[in-house]
């Protein structure tokens, strides 16, 4: 019985280890396989240079991106200041043409001339805080585009002087860019080269002055 009971054992360690050869067999043979793939893959995949700019800190760098800001700022504050000191003046109007109404000083054409002449002026200055505020959007607009152009400009000319394939945009919000290594990170390189294009173009502005 115990003799039976060995070789039951030795039969069970022999199929085992059968089994485990074959497995590994089985293992050497994927891996190979799959190494030859990847070694093909790696062969026929092309080969890209690629880096990245931080858009964030590109536009809060980039001295032509800050400039445009405030000058806009300013524009924003004259258009609002102006809206403000017509609507004022405008209120002022009105409180005047209650009170004469009020204390009867109007006769019914007085009161209907003034009356129409408040709602006229009320609609001039709808429509001016219409104008104004259109006129920057698009203003700022066709700013907006050129300050792009610019952008992709200098971004082909120094990816084509560096031998990039591709450069990247990464943001903080929506972004296509899941990961990047910071190594490939040529912000700041970019943001240089655009301020130094930018003063350049200042200089020759002030010189034609």
């Known amino acids: 019985m115990k003799r039976i009971t060995t070789l039951v054992l030795s039969g069970l360690t022999l199929i085992a280890a059968s089994a485990i050869m074959a497995s590994c067999s089985n293992a050497e043979q994927k891996n190979a396989a799959e190494a030859a793939v990847a070694e ?71 009161f209907e001339a003034e009356q129409a002449r408040l709602a006229k002026l009320q609609q001039d200055l709808e429509e001016l805080q219409i104008r104004l505020s259109n006129s920057l959007q698009e203003e700022y607009q066709k700013e907006f ?16 002087a560096k031998g990039y394939d591709f450069i990247l945009c990464k943001s903080s919000g929506i972004d296509n860019v899941l990961y990047a290594n910071e190594a490939y990170d040529v912000t ?20 034609k002055k």
């Open 40 to 110: 093909v893959a790696a062969e026929k995949a092309p080969s890209y240079k690629i880096a990245f700019v931080l858009i964030d800190t590109l536009t809060s760098q980039y001295q032509k991106c800050k400039d445009l800001e405030e000058e806009f700022a300013q524009k924003r504050a004259n258009a609002e200041s102006t809206i403000n000191a017509k609507g004022k003046n405008f209120q002022n109007q009105m409180q005047e043409f209650n009170r004469k109404y009020q204390s009867n000083q109007f006769t019914q054409q007085q």
């Open 145 to 160: 585009l050129e300050l792009t152009d610019t952008i992709q400009s200098f971004t082909k000319s120094y990816a084509k």
């Open 188 to 207: 700041d390189e970019v943001v240089k080269g655009l301020n130094k294009r930018y003063e350049k173009a200042n200089a020759k502005k002030e010189e």
